[in-house]
């Protein structure tokens, strides 16, 4: 049974990878969108398509994580 479950139940979520991508989308939007205001629209698109592919990914793909508080970001 253990064997079972370590195979079909999914690998760990990590939360501190997610919040290093939304950081360096966020820095380079405001760093180059001076110059290029199409960043921000890109920046704001690239976003919603990473956040909508997450929850999809954490709905079928990962483990249930034990709890969801700050316990994760500390």
């Known amino acids: 049974m253990q064997q079972y479950k370590s195979i079909w139940s ?3 979520f990590a ?3 997610n919040y290093s991508v939304v950081l360096n989308i966020t820095f ?3 760093l180059y969108g001076i110059n290029m205001p199409i ?5 704001a698109l690239a976003i ?3 956040t909508v ?5 954490v709905a079928w ?3 249930m ?3 969801m508080d700050d316990k994760l970001t500390v």
């Open 15 to 17: 939360i501190h990878s």
């Open 53 to 57: 592919s997450e929850r999809i990914a």
């Open 10 to 12: 999914g690998a760990e």
């Open 65 to 67: 994580p034990s709890s």
């Open 61 to 63: 793909l990962y483990k």
């Open 39 to 43: 960043m921000w629209p890109l920046a």
């Open 48 to 50: 919603i398509n990473w």
């Open 28 to 30: 380079t939007a405001l």
